[in-house]
């Protein structure tokens, strides 16, 4: 069966510190979806990065950056010099033709950036 | 800001109550999915219509229900309301019908109370 796993609960850095987030995703599908979303406190969800199974490279955008490795199923994001701004809970998900490319969640994990 | 909006933003109703929560996707999105958060279950996809069809179908409770309208607003009805249904309720539009191999962009959410 489809799951994401995000091991990491809760994660507290200093600002300024580099912070990496993991995610481990199942799937028996070929081709398929990976996302990061971030959800501040004042609730939304914030939509960062898709990603397709058939590209792996790695995409970095400002102080962002995504690690695809097929080869050990991880999607991991880091945070470069990570700022007061970016404490939210940050989830990954994943569709894919078992999930009828709904996503399916992660359960999240909270950045704390402490200043 | 996603261009999704919700209403309302908060509401607190009783035990037994019905609720209609309100969503309008962004400019050009025919597709609209609904999803709950809750502390214990996460995030969970509910339903998907596309222009105006229901396309797919999640957790969704029996007491609750889902329609799309010709100018592509969505309501999500919550009747016979139990404490358990306390949550944060979110809207998401996209382009085309395709569930997760397009981006979903949220709404803020719904924040639900029932007392």
């Known amino acids: 069966a489809q799951k994401v796993t995000q091991a990491q609960t809760e994660i507290s850095v200093v600002e300024k510190e580099d912070v990496t987030l993991d995610c481990v995703y199942e799937?028996?599908?070929?081709?398929?979806?990976l996302f990061w979303y971030k959800q501040p406190p004042s609730g939304e969800l914030v939509f960062l990065i898709r990603r397709n199974s058939f590209d792996e490279q790695n995409e970095i955008s400002g102080r962002y950056s995504w690690n695809f490795q097929k080869s050990t199923s991880s999607f991991n994001f880091t945070i470069t010099a990570s700022q007061v701004v970016d404490s939210a809970v940050y989830f990954c998900a994943l569709s894919d033709r078992y999930s009828n490319y709904q996503l399916i969640w992660g359960a999240g994990t909270k950045l704390i950036i402490k200043p | 800001d996603s261009g999704v909006t919700q209403t309302p933003k908060h509401l607190i109703t009783a035990t037994g109550q019905r609720v209609t929560l309100r969503c309008s996707p962004r400019s050009g999105d025919l597709s609209v999915y609904w999803y709950q958060q809750s502390l214990d279950q996460g995030l969970q996809f509910l339903i998907q219509?596309?222009?105006?069809?229901?396309?797919a179908k999640g957790n969704i409770l029996e007491r609750f229900s889902a329609q799309q309208f010709p100018d592509l607003h969505s309501e999500l009805n919550l009747s016979s309301l139990e404490l358990g249904d306390s949550a944060l309720y979110f809207c998401?539009?996209?382009?085309?019908?395709?569930?997760?191999?397009?981006?979903?962009?949220f709404g803020p959410g719904t924040r639900l109370l029932v007392l």
């Open positions: 998401a539009s996209s382009p085309l019908g395709t569930g997760a191999r397009e981006t979903q962009y």
């Open positions: 219509y596309y222009n105006g069809e229901e396309r």
């Open positions: 799937t028996r599908d070929t081709t398929y979806y």
